[in-house]
């Protein structure tokens, strides 16, 4: 049983940083491509970030320069750190895990992330 658990939303204040959480539990982070996406209110989910097995990273274009993502092995955790955040962060974020495929299989149930201006 693949489980997903982020934790590390809130509200915040444009302007500062906030670092996400995905614990990974039934699958090894480091074996698979690993993903963060967000869904604003409204709005379809996007892919915000990913991080694949050998580190290779990408990301939306609207994240560049001020998002994040890493991994640590170990904790079989997976991280996002978002810095100079703006009200358009406000959203739900999920991270997902993929299978051999690449295909994202496993999702996390979310955490809030509120931007105020």
């Known amino acids: 049983q693949v489980q997903l658990v982020e934790s590390g939303g809130g509200l915040v204040q444009a302007g500062s940083s906030v670092r996400l959480s995905c614990a990974a539990s039934?699958?090894?982070?480091?074996?698979?491509?690993m993903g963060w996406f967000r869904q604003a209110p409204g709005k379809e989910r996007e892919f915000v970030a990913g991080?694949?097995?050998?580190?290779?990273?990408r990301y939306a274009d609207s994240v560049k320069g001020r998002f994040t993502i890493s991994r640590d092995n170990a904790k079989n955790t997976v991280y996002l750190q978002m810095n100079s955040l703006t009200p358009e962060d406000t959203a739900v974020y999920s991270c997902?895990?993929?299978?051999?495929?690449?295909?994202?299989?496993?999702w996390g149930q979310g955490t809030q992330v509120t931007v105020s201006s």
């Open positions: 997902a895990i993929a299978n051999f495929r690449d295909e994202y299989e496993y």
């Open positions: 039934g699958r090894t982070v480091s074996s698979y491509t």
């Open positions: 991080i694949s097995w050998d580190r290779s990273t």
